[in-house]
């Protein structure tokens, strides 16, 4: 029976990555990760050969029972997801509860973390918060913005450039002057970091157009 290494990648500067991280993606069979473009320029960046195949929110079953059969061999597998920790806000999820259930050793090879990385520099209590990931684009939306109105604790809430106007306005609607701060590109040579209010961050990404995928924490104790 193999090994399933579940292993965070950067979430942006390529440099960020464990020492054992690139020891295991170099000594497993294969690399199961979300796109073979993305992993494939990080393996690059640290000379690693190791094969990928894909694995990612549209795989069917059969994909899993693939992975978990080769693991089942006796073939070491390290599972990545594009940025970040596998299983935050990807399927990586369902792949190692499959691996469990088969009876498989599933080994944790932790590192970058875009939620961790955003509260690290935030400058707010994080002692205790609620992270929501992304948040539904239709069903349930409007229902779960009047419970974030209950929360007297940190919001973190992951965003699309697409659509951070139009969260941070509903989220304005429902907390009225809330205060806010978005993230976006941690790590990269662009990062952003812009705090105020939401009515200042609507104006300020209305003119500039949004780019990157956002961190957005929303305050507690101000509404």
Known sequence: ???????????????????????????????????????????????????????????????????????????????????????????????????????????AVPGPSAITAALSIAGVNSDAFCFLGFLPKKKGRQTLMKHIKELDIPLVIYESPMRVIKTITELEATLDNCQIIAMRELTKKFAEIKRGTAKELIKHFSHKKPKGEFVIIVLPGIY
């Open 1 to 107: 029976m193999g090994t399933l290494y579940v292993v965070a990648t950067p979430i942006g500067n390529l440099k960020d990555i464990t020492l054992r991280a690139i020891e295991v993606l170099q000594q497993v069979s294969v690399i199961a990760c979300e796109d073979s473009r993305i992993t494939g320029k990080l393996l690059a960046e640290h000379h690693i050969k190791t094969p990928l195949t894909t694995y990612h929110q549209h795989s069917s079953a059969h994909k899993i029972q693939e992975i978990t059969g080769r693991l089942k061999e006796g073939e070491n597998i390290a599972l990545v997801t594009d940025a970040g920790t596998p299983g935050i806000q990807d399927p990586g999820g369902k792949l190692v509860a499959e691996a469990l259930e088969a009876g498989i050793n599933i080994e």
